[in-house]
């Protein structure tokens, strides 16, 4: 797995920032009115990386929709990821 330090989301240049996240008790961040999101840097599964990166990602590009939706899309994406042998799955 690779900490990448930005990524396009939306068109836009990202910022991408890793660091413990335990105070905020979140697995990531995404900033509402900046290019940015936070992932929580002691995370090490990466199927739940994914999931948290494709998460936040997804509340940059659809702010307006709500936890519940973001949270669906996100597992469903990590699912499709995980059936194609792209991520790892925790559960094998
Ligand atoms: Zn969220």
Redo the contacts with the bound molecule.
């Keep these: 797995m690779k900490r990448i330090r930005s990524a396009t989301i939306d068109g836009k240049r990202h910022r991408i920032v890793w660091r413990p996240l335990g105070k905020e008790k979140a697995h990531g961040l ?1 900033w509402p009115d900046e290019c940015r999101i936070d992932i929580d840097s002691t995370l090490t599964d990466p199927a739940l990386i994914a999931e948290v990166l494709i ?2 990602a997804l ?1 940059r590009i659809f702010g307006h929709l709500n ?1 519940e939706r ?2 669906q899309i996100a597992s469903e994406i990590t699912n499709i990821l995980q059936r194609a042998a792209l991520i790892a799955d925790d559960e094998e």
């Design positions: 995404a998460h936040e509340h936890e973001i949270d």
